[in-house]
Each structure stands twice: as structure tokens, then as C-alpha cells.
């Protein structure tokens, strides 16, 4: 036996369980190596059960049907070295277990339990959290780790993570103050925290504190280098500060830049360019050939069922592109996995994900009442497929935009109203407003919603 660094036992030898200690820091931190980092515990000790289910939970990270047998792989491999393992051991293979079968809601209850009697496994709570998240269960994202942020203080490694984690739950629930001073400290412990700079973003995006926002990232932007492709949605973030106040031209170097990789089709490149080339688009802003680059690699995505959340970005780019036949495989495609799988995937798939794609495709053909029309009857069902208020917006943009496209335009008029009530701190919202109440014919109204636009752009 050997002791990890917060005091639990390992059923490996001393100088294995470091190696693992490092490898858990270096992915949590989303360093780009920590592949290497694994690789060498595995290589020190190949029946380290521990060992093989860490990979398997790294390797679910890339939240794609493509691992499958990889992680399956792991998830043998851990069962079959599991004989001396720990309790607490033999619980996390058996939420990976629970993971690579697709029962993410079974793997969340053992992890679950394995933080009421262990609230200083860090790996559990990491990758509960995360569950958590791509479930849509928010409320609960914040209170898995109040209930054992208690057992931690700055003497355990890894309290700045698990502060970090709670910034993130605190943000998603709304208590944006709190969030704010969890985040923060979380970066005093440690700026090389992602997360945790990724949470305080969250929290400027909410408030609309766009200059706080920009200046947060920008000063956290030179430690990326060598991270993984999470730092993309850093810079993502930055590119939505930038475009609530008019800066297209800095948002598009963002882009090409920082937010999209050529080829790459790691699932939260495809969220974040899709998501951002939408906005644009709803702003009357011409993107160019970027469509049809990313339609090519989304159009190599279809039949990966990993996301559900990813897959309706992949429909962004395939509509926008026009790619109508790719587009028609996509659905087609959700549509024989929920008839034969009985995963959370499949659970969401038809009320949710597949909805939200048939939409997206009747925007971008052009039939606006249509896919205003799905978009307001699943508007309370987004939530299903995961991910944060700031990435689901997209979906309440779109419903606007449909509704000012499709000649709805009291109706947009009313949405765009209670727009920027909730976010009054950019100038997109306020132009769309008033070019809302212009068509209402309400000619004073449009114009003070342009002034109040003027005040966000910097142009």
C-alpha cells in the first residue's frame, strides 16, 4: 500500500502512487502531457488497478463514442487488477464502469458515495463534477462539493482545485458574488487552475462586466502554452467580450487564432467555433469560408453519439454550410441510436438533441416559424444536454432571431424586451431590440434602445 497526497491509500508502491499524484495535477490542470504523465505510472506498474481506471477517466474526457473500446480497455484491465484494490478503488472502476456503459446518472451516485466516506478523493469529485454538468444538473454541480469542502484546507494538495470546482457551482447556480471569491482564491493558491480562471470568467460574462472580463483573461492568456485544447474555450470566452462590444474585427482574430484549430475535431473546438460563427451570423456579420472549413470536419463527426450538446453544434456548421445531404445523415443517424441504445445519450436524444437539430437545420434553410416554433417548445429542456448558461444562450439567440427572421416581430419585440432586462450589458442585444421596435413602428423606443446600445461599443 502507499498513500496518495491527500492521505488515501493506493495499492501500488510509493513511488508509483507520485507518478499518479503528478498525473492527476498535470490533468487537472489540462496540461497537454498529461497522457505522458499516465503512461509512466502505467509503465512503473501495470497492475496498478487505480492506475488503469485513471486512464479510462482520461481518456472519457474527450466525451466521445470513438474511445469506447479504449476506455473499455481500461475498464478490463482495472477489473482484472483489482483483487487487492481498496474499497474506495474498486468504486471508482466501478463508476467507470458506469461511464463507459453510458449510465452517467449510475456513475454520479457512486462517486457520490464514495465522497461521503472519502470527501478528499479528488479524482472522484473532479469527475463527478464534471458528470454533473453534461447532465445539466446545476444546483447540484454546487452542492457536490459544498458537502465536502469542509474536509479540505490549503495543508491537503489540491484545495485550490476542489475551490475552483466550487466557483464553477456556485456561478451555475446563480450566486455569482461567491463565486466570484471562491474563484479567486482558488487562483491565489494556484494560477496554473484553469477552472478555476474558467469559473471567475463565467461569472464576468454573467454580470456583463465586459472589461473586467477581458482583462481577467488576458492576464491569465500567457500560461496556455502548454495546455490542452480546454484553452480554447478560455479564449472563446475572451472572443464574447470582445463581441458584445462591437469588436468583430478582434473577435475574428480570436478565432482563427485561438478558438479554432483547422482539423481538429475535439469536441469543445466544434462547440466553441460553431457557437461563436452563429453569433456572428445573428449580428449580420459575414464570416466568410469558415463555415464550410468546419463543416468538413463536423461532416467527419457524424455518427459520434458522445455529446449530444456537440452534436447540435456539428448541425450548426453543416446547416450554415448548406451541406443539406450530411446534415440529413446526422438525423438520421440520432434517430437509429436512440432506437437502439439505452444510454443517457440515447434518453436525450429525442426530446432534446435531435429537436435541437431539426431546428437549427429549419434556420439555416430558412424556415424561421419552424425553428422558432421547436425552439420554444424545448426551451426548458436544453438544459438536458449539459453545459453552462453562457454556451446555452446560443439556442435563446437563435429562438430571437427567428423570430425577428420569420416576421414574428411583436413576439421578438417582447423576447429581445425581456433580453436585455436579464443582460443589458452589450450592444448587440439593445440593436436587435431596436430594430425590433422599429418594425413595431415604435421609431422613439428604437432609438433609445440604439443609444443604449452605443454606450457597450467601442466603435
Sequence with gaps: MAIDARGLELTTNNDVAAAYNLTVQRSLEYRADAADYMQKVLDADSEFAMGHCLKGLLLTGFQSTRMRDAVGACVVAAENHAGKATSRERANIAALRAMYEGNRRKACDIWEEILVQHPTDLLALRHLTHALFWSGRSFELRDAVARVVRSWDESLPGFGFVLGMYSFGLEESGEYARAEEKGKQAVALNRDDLWAVHAVAHVLEMQGRLKD???????????????????????????????????FDRVFKLYDLAVRTEGSDFYIEIQNASALLWRLEFLGIDVGNRWSELADTCESRIGDQGLGFTTTHDMMALAMAGRDEAAARLLAGLRDYAGS?????????????????????????????????????????IIRNGASHAQRDVFVQAMIESALRGGETELARALLAARVEGKPHGCGSWLKYAEALEKTGDAAAAEAARAEAAKFSVH
Design 213 to 247: 472580463g477581458i482583462d481577467w483573461l488576458t492576464e491569465s492568456g500567457p500560461d496556455w502554452a502548454d495546455r490542452n485544447p480546454f484553452k480554447s474555450h478560455l479564449w472563446w470566452h475572451l472572443a464574447l467580450y470582445h463581441l458584445e462590444r462591437g469588436e
Design 341 to 381: 441504445h439505452e444510454d443517457y445519450a440515447s434518453q436525450t436524444m429525442l426530446s432534446v438533441t435531435l429537436p435541437l437539430c431539426e431546428a437549427v437545420l429549419a434556420y439555416g434553410h430558412g424556415e424561421y416559424d419552424r425553428a422558432r416554433a421547436i425552439l420554444s417548445e424545448r426551451r426548458d429542456d
